[in-house]
T-cell receptor
Framework: GNSVTQMEGPVTLSEEAFLTINCTYT??????LFWYVQYPGEGLQLLLK?????DKGSNKGFEATYRKETTSFHLEKGSVQVSDSAVYFC??????????FGTGTRLTIIP | EADIYQTPRYLVIGTGKKITLECSQT?????MYWYQQDPGMELHLIHY???????EKGDLSSESTVSRIRTEHFPLTLESARPSHTSQYLC?????????????FGPGTRLLVL
């Protein structure tokens, strides 16, 4: 079946540090890939997505590139801020109704 | 910006009570979902719906039930709440048709059963 494996957290970084959160997937075929973010006390929000190989999704300074050869969709940001502290979920789907989520990575940015 | 609402945001209730968690969306989306989120953050799909009068069980077995009488409304009911039902419940919706739809999430209901 389909699955998503995320870098285990929690991750703690200093402000302005470089961020990478790893995400790899197992799926038959070529799914769409997503990063969702959950800020404290809130629901999930779509951060970025990519629908085919080599696509790069980007939003709010975050980027992720759909790598078919390594089945990966790592999330990166060049300079994190305290306001980026949240839980990040990698997810995939095939355009059916079910998103397959990773287990989430809690990110804390310290000033 | 997605318009999907959940009420109540927080609920503390005693064992054995019947509760209904409300979810409404104003985007005209056909598909709606309920997820249960562990304290450890992992999300589990417990119910979903393709449209009016459609309800399906998700990947995680749940004692809750859902109904979909109107497109915009997808309430979740627990007939007799138990402490094991303590969790956060997230509602989501997505448009019908095409591939690669995005799901839009509500803010969640945090439930504590004493």
């Amino acid at each position: 079946g389909n699955s998503v494996t995320q870098m285990e957290g929690p991750v703690t970084l200093s402000e302005e540090a470089f961020l990478t959160i790893n995400c790899t997937y197992t799926a038959t075929g070529y799914p769409s890939l997503f990063w969702y973010v959950q800020y404290p006390g809130e629901g999930l929000q779509l951060l970025l997505k990519a629908t085919k190989a080599d696509d790069k999704g980007s939003n709010k300074g975050f980027e992720a590139t759909y790598r078919k050869e390594t089945t990966s969709f790592h999330l990166e940001k060049g300079s994190v801020q305290v306001s980026d502290s949240a839980v990040y979920f990698c997810a995939l789907n095939f355009g059916n109704e079910k998103l397959t989520f990773g287990t989430g990575t809690r990110l804390t940015i310290i000033p | 910006e997605a318009d999907i609402y959940q009420t109540p945001r927080y609920l503390v209730i005693g064992t054995g009570k019947k509760i209904t968690l409300e979810c409404s969306q104003t985007m005209g989306h056909d598909k709606m979902y309920w997820y249960q989120q562990d304290p450890g953050m992992e999300l589990h799909l417990i119910h979903y719906s393709y449209g009016v009068n459609s309800t399906e069980k998700g990947d995680l077995s749940s004692e809750s039930t859902v109904s979909r009488i109107r497109t915009e409304h997808f309430p979740l009911t627990l007939e007799s709440a138990r402490p094991s039902h303590t969790s956060q419940y997230l509602c989501a919706s997505s448009p019908q048709g095409g591939l690669r739809e995005t799901q839009y999430f509500g803010p969640g209901t945090r439930l504590l059963v004493l």
